[in-house]
């Protein structure tokens, strides 16, 4: 077991870089099951579920080898359509190789992922849209089968809600089905744009990614290319968070300010200065925070769901009454208690988080209990008076490449004890 030991006070300050994304970075490994010959997967964070992915692929019959932040993946002779169940469990958003089996392999059996600390992920609109498709699914024991007796097809598929994860499903069936599928009110995330440029790279045939319809022409075969997975826009809403909280100033480079259109004014709103130029954000925070007002998290582009928690902390601290809806997970508000025991002034009623600021935050014992969570933790214990232990860093990890060590480099005192 470890823990985070934050020396609070101490204002974050110099030049960084963005880590690659996580999310996007998943489904890529997912979709370089799909292409014949070698894929190279370049700014691949170092984190645990990207390994697990890479285990996966190696249980389906690829090569898969991983150094430094880049990962190769053979996939010439797949074999075999069973994700054994450690695996399944081990990275939660194990489900998107599902379309990705079915779309190379034609069957597929996998346990169900489970529910998680942001309460049950439902997986309805993944299954539906690829029965759609001619996928034959069977669940027994929390064991999915699925089998495409006449192979996959085309279709048109209407989301009832933007899900990623079901829309990185059904593109990564679609793009060796046979004919043509549309996804209406498909999600708009960065990281589907993502998967769609590296699909197309590899030769499938995808436009409208981006857009809330996605289209997609099948084709025979795809080949692997070399790609560079995009950064990671909620580890930059992290690092923006620190910087706020901190009263500092930060240089971020890789950052997409296009990819956090909706977390800019936020900040400026708060009385930070952000500017972008090319891939560069700056942000400068003065000595005083004032509140947010209200913000609503929404499917992209609205205000993502997991920078919530993260600017929730910087909340804390903001002049006035500042108020979060949470719309996309239920159970999202777990850090809640963990922020009112540094000294916060949180009241949280079913999906809103009413935020008065106060004039300080006080080091805490305090435990992660999910991966944004444990960031707002972080973020909050830097700008805390005294130290802070955050317990159960494991939830960290799994989205944060070394997270103290990056923000050790500019300007944080963050250190990581073994129990
Ligand atoms: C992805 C991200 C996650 C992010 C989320 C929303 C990855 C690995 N994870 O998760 O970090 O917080 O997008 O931006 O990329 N839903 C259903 N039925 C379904 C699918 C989803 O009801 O079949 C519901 C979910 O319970 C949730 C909402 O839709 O309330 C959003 O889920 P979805 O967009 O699918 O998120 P994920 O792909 O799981």
């Known amino acids: 077991m470890q823990k985070l030991v934050v020396e609070g006070e101490k204002r974050i300050c110099g030049e960084i870089t963005v880590q690659g994304a996580k999310n996007s970075a998943l489904p890529l490994l997912a979709a370089a099951l799909l292409a014949k010959g070698e894929t190279v997967l370049h700014n691949c964070p170092k984190l645990s579920d990207v390994y697990a992915a890479c285990r996966i692929l190696g249980c389906l019959g ?77 669940e027994k024991h929390g064991v999915l089968r699925c089998e495409c007796p006449g192979g996959l097809k085309g279709a048109d598929i209407q989301l009832s809600f933007p899900s990623v994860g079901a829309t990185e499903n059904i593109m990564l069936a679609a793009v060796l089905a046979r004919g043509d599928t549309v996804i209406k009110n498909a999600a708009r995330e960065p990281e589907i744009t993502d998967l769609a440029g590296f699909l197309n790279r590899c030769g499938a045939r995808i436009s409208g990614a981006g857009t809330d ?68 954000l700056f942000i400068t925070s003065g000595s005083r925070l004032y509140s947010a007002g209200t913000v609503r998290t929404m499917p992209f582009p609205g205000f993502p769901t997991d920078a919530q928690a993260m600017l929730m902390s910087v909340m804390t601290l903001a002049k006035g009454t500042s108020l979060i809806i949470e719309n996309i997970f239920e159970n999202r508000f777990r850090h809640v208690p963990e922020l009112v025991r540094m000294g916060a002034d949180i009241r949280t009623e079913g999906r809103a988080a009413v935020i008065e600021g106060v004039s300080r935050l006080y080091g805490a014992r305090v435990t992660a209990s999910d991966l944004r969570g444990g960031a707002a933790l972080v973020v909050a214990a830097l700008a805390a008076e005294g130290v802070t232990e955050i317990h159960d860093v494991k939830y960290i990890d799994r989205g944060y490449e070394a997270l103290e060590k990056q923000l050790c480099s500019i300007g944080a005192d963050v250190k990581r004890v073994s129990e």
């Open 213 to 280: 319809t996605v289209y997609i022409e099948g084709v025979r075969e795809l080949y692997g290319c070399e790609y560079k997975v995009m950064p990671d826009r909620i580890a930059l809403c992290t690092l923006m968070s620190a910087a706020a909280i901190t009263g500092g100033e930060l240089s971020v480079r890789e950052a997409r300010a296009s990819d956090i259109g909706a977390v800019i004014p936020v900040f400026d709103q708060m009385g930070c200065s952000v500017y972008t130029y090319s891939d560069r």
């Open 62 to 138: 690829c090569e898969c080898r991983a150094v430094g932040n880049t990962v190769w993946v053979k996939a010439d002779a797949p074999e075999g359509c069973c994700v054994p169940d450690e695996l399944m469990r081990e990275m939660r958003s194990s489900i998107v190789f599902l379309g990705a089996v079915l779309g190379r392999i034609g069957e597929c059996c996998l346990s169900l992922p489970g529910g998680c600390e942001l309460g049950p992920r439902p997986i309805d609109l993944h299954l539906s849209a690829l029965r759609r498709m001619g996928a034959v699914i069977n």
